[in-house]
């Protein structure tokens, strides 16, 4: 079974750009978390998608948002990028929300 | 909301044995155990669902209290390729929190 894909691996942007990260999770998986995780703060969890449908999300600002797509495949989003948001964006995907399989990551570093 | 996790960091020899805990303010429904090598992603080791009970992985086994709102993570006869950060997570109104992080390093 292939893995979790998250693409881009890399991505430079701009103070104020916008930026949208991709996860295709493992086939058959249904529920889609996204995790930010940095040196200081750890790994903090963005949002959850179930079957096309927000179930949960943490504790940050509207400029970040996601969705996901009837064939599972979810996408975040990151308006008016901010210094801060500098951090290695994690798609992890389960069938139940338990054993979570995480992708590879997404390095966003903002200049 | 955030468990805590001690020690933050450790340094072994290989074949010796390290515990990591992962303590929380909250009631504990359930504790997850995940491993993350250094530029790699975290991946899950196992979870924990019912008060005291033990799970196993490799010679990685994990325990959970209840009462005391607290798990503890044993790794006997530490091998190099156990190094990495241990992350327990905890389960909060439907999202998975995890703790600091604690970093682990055999050495030869």
């Known amino acids: 079974k292939a893995g979790v894909t998250q693409t881009p691996r890399y991505l430079i942007k701009t103070r104020g750009q916008q930026v949208t990260l991709s996860c295709s999770p493992i086939?058959?998986?249904?529920?889609v978390s996204w995790y930010q995780q940095t040196p200081g703060q750890g790994l903090q969890f963005l949002f959850e998608?179930?079957?096309?449908?927000?179930?949960n999300k943490g504790n940050f600002p509207g400029r970040f948002s996601g969705r996901q797509f009837s064939n599972s495949r979810s996408e975040m989003n990151v308006s008016t990028l901010e210094l801060g948001d500098s951090a290695l964006y994690l798609c992890?995907?389960?069938?139940?929300?338990?054993?979570?399989?995480f992708g590879p990551g997404t390095r966003l570093t903002v200049t | 909301q955030q468990p805590v996790q001690s020690p933050q960091a450790v340094i072994l020899r290989e074949g010796e044995d390290a515990v990591i805990n992962c303590s929380s303010s909250?009631?504990?429904?359930?504790v997850h155990w995940y491993r993350q090598k250094h530029g790699e992603a975290p991946v899950f080791l196992m979870i924990?669902?019912?008060?005291?009970e033990q799970k196993g992985h490799e010679k990685i086994s994990a325990s959970f209290n209840e009462k005391k709102q607290q798990s503890s993570l044993y790794l006997t006869a530490s091998q190099l390729s156990y190094s990495g950060t241990y992350f327990c997570?905890?389960?909060?109104?439907?999202?998975?929190?995890f703790g600091q992080g604690t970093t682990l390093q055999v050495k030869p």
């Open positions: 992890a995907s389960s069938v139940n929300s338990y054993e979570q399989y």
């Open positions: 086939s058959g998986h249904r529920s």
């Open positions: 998608y179930f079957s096309e449908t927000q179930r």
């Open positions: 909250k009631a504990l429904y359930s």
């Open positions: 924990l669902l019912k008060g005291g």
């Open positions: 997570g905890t389960e909060v109104t439907g999202k998975l929190i």
